[in-house]
C-alpha cells in the first residue's frame, strides 16, 4: 500500500514537500516513482528512482526545480518540489514499479498506485 501526503495549494515559486510512506518488505528493492495528472490531461511521469536511490530520472520540464529522494529504511520516498509554476498543478500520485520493467515513463510499467495527492499553484 502507498500513502501520499505534503499536497497543497502555494503559491508561484514557492516549495512542496511530497513524501509517499510504503507497507510491506519489498519497498526497499523496488524502483520507484512519481506520476502527476491534471485535469483533461492524460497521467505523466515527473520522476523515478532505484531500488538504491543511485539513478535518478525526471521529465524535462522539473528538472533543476524537483528532487526525488528515498530513505529504505524508513519505507518512505519524497519528492521535494521548488519553484513550482501553475502548470505543476495536478493531482501526484506515488507509484512502485513492476520488477524488470523496461522503463519508468509509462503508466503501464506502474505495479501500484497511491490515492494522489492534489498540488494546486496559484499565480
Known amino acids: 500500500q502507498l500513502v501520499e501526503s505534503g499536497g497543497g495549494l502555494v503559491q508561484a515559486g514557492g516549495s512542496l514537500r511530497l513524501s509517499c510512506a510504503a507497507s510491506g518488505r519489498t519497498f526497499s528493492t523496488s524502483a520507484m516513482g512519481w506520476f502527476r495528472q491534471a485535469p483533461g490531461k492524460e497521467r505523466e511521469f515527473v520522476a523515478a528512482i532505484n531500488w538504491s536511490g543511485s539513478r535518478l530520472s525526471y521529465v524535462d520540464s522539473v528538472k533543476g526545480r524537483f528532487t526525488i529522494s528515498r530513505v529504505n529504511a524508513k519505507n518512505t520516498m519524497y519528492l521535494q518540489m521548488n519553484s513550482l509554476k501553475p502548470e505543476d498543478t495536478a493531482v501526484y500520485y506515488c507509484?512502485?514499479?513492476?520488477?524488470?520493467?523496461?522503463?519508468?515513463?509509462?503508466?503501464?510499467?506502474?505495479?501500484?498506485w497511491g490515492q494522489g495527492t492534489q498540488v494546486t499553484v496559484s499565480s
Open positions: 507509484a512502485a514499479y513492476i520488477s524488470g520493467s523496461g522503463s519508468y515513463y509509462y503508466p503501464s510499467d506502474v505495479g501500484s
